[in-house]
């Protein structure tokens, strides 16, 4: 049976870090790194999450100030929502709820978010610094999974990584943190030939398709360590992953959990990010 990556306990350990950190800051400086939530529209699942990031800032001490804006919203006014974000001193992470209602343009709304206070990494700024290794904000599901294998003792440096997923939020992301981590890296997507003995090749497997239990023992190497990113609701509505957790948790050496394993370090990685915004805007 493989050692099972608690990713409640590992978010729940860097969260009391950044609480730390926070206090310190405050200490510094006297005032709080800022959290600006923009929403458009009533999406159920998006008010869940704009929810749980406001209480992740009270956990760990920031500042947080949520936009709940009508679904009819114009562009304008969200892009001059988005300047006034930019240039308020108490705000220092930005974060636009996606999706945007069909009308509004989201790659105009994320060109707009200051490359500074970019804390979800997706400004092509902060996209091309990532390609270069030269980053301040990483993309927060990646980095939580990074965060994941560095605390479980998982050495990165030489394995054979395979990713399965090439989204540009999940796998791209995600192949490139491995890539600098010195793995050895392959992509895989819908087109890949071969899938399962591809995946057989990996030393640490990164499923990010959104395909419920796809990942079975058979496509895995004993031993393998295996993050499931997938987050996947069934007919009977509870969550589950992109693998098969039965059969490949008796293969694998280490594995995520779903819930409880990637999925509760996105927000805490946001956390993070706009921990290092506010670092960044005294040093700057
Ligand atoms: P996308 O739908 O954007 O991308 C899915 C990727 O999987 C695509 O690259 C697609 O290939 C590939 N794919 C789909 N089917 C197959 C297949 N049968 N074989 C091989 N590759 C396949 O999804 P995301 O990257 O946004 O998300 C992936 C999963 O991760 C989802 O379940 C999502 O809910 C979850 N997720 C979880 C988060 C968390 O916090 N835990 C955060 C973000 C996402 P192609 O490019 O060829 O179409």
Redesign the pocket.
């Known amino acids: 049976m493989a050692n099972i990556i608690n990713g409640k306990a590992i978010s729940s350990e860097i969260r009391k870090e950044i609480k730390e950190a926070t206090e310190q800051f405050y200490q510094d400086h006297g005032f709080r790194p800022g959290l600006a939530v923009i929403i458009v529209g009533d999406d159920p699942a998006s008010r869940v999450y704009v929810r749980n990031k406001r209480l992740a800032c009270e956990e760990v001490g920031f500042y947080s100030k949520a936009y709940e804006l009508p679904a009819e919203t114009t562009q304008e006014e969200l892009n001059t929502l988005v300047d006034r974000l930019n240039g308020d001193p108490s705000i220092h992470g930005i974060l636009c709820q996606l999706p945007l209602p069909r009308h509004l343009d989201e790659k105009e709304v994320l060109l707009r978010i200051d490359p500074r206070k970019d804390v979800d990494a997706f400004h092509p700024v902060n996209v091309g610094k990532i390609m270069i290794g030269d980053y301040d904000f990483l993309p927060?599901?990646p980095a939580?999974v990074m965060e994941l294998l560095t605390r479980s003792g998982i050495e990165i440096a030489g394995k054979e990584c395979v990713v399965?997923?090439?989204?540009n939020?999940?796998?791209k992301p995600q192949a490139m943190l491995l890539l600098h981590a010195n793995g050895t890296v392959t992509v895989?997507?819908?087109?890949?030939k071969n899938?399962a003995e591809v995946c057989r090749r990996a030393d640490i497997l990164v499923a990010?398709?959104?395909?419920a239990d796809?990942f079975t023992a058979d496509m895995v190497k004993e031993g393998a360590i295996v993050i499931d990113?997938?987050?996947?609701r069934r007919a009977d509505g509870k969550l589950t992953g992109?693998v098969d957790f039965a059969s490949v948790s008796e293969k694998a050496s280490y594995i995520t959990p779903v819930p409880g394993g990637?999925?509760p370090?996105?927000i805490t990685m946001l956390m993070k990010n706009t921990l290092t915004a506010a670092k960044r805007s005294v040093q700057a």
């Open positions: 927060c599901t939580g399965v997923g090439r989204s939020i999940v796998g895989c997507h819908s087109r890949t899938l990010a398709i959104g395909k796809f990113v997938g987050m996947n992109d990637v999925g370090m996105t």
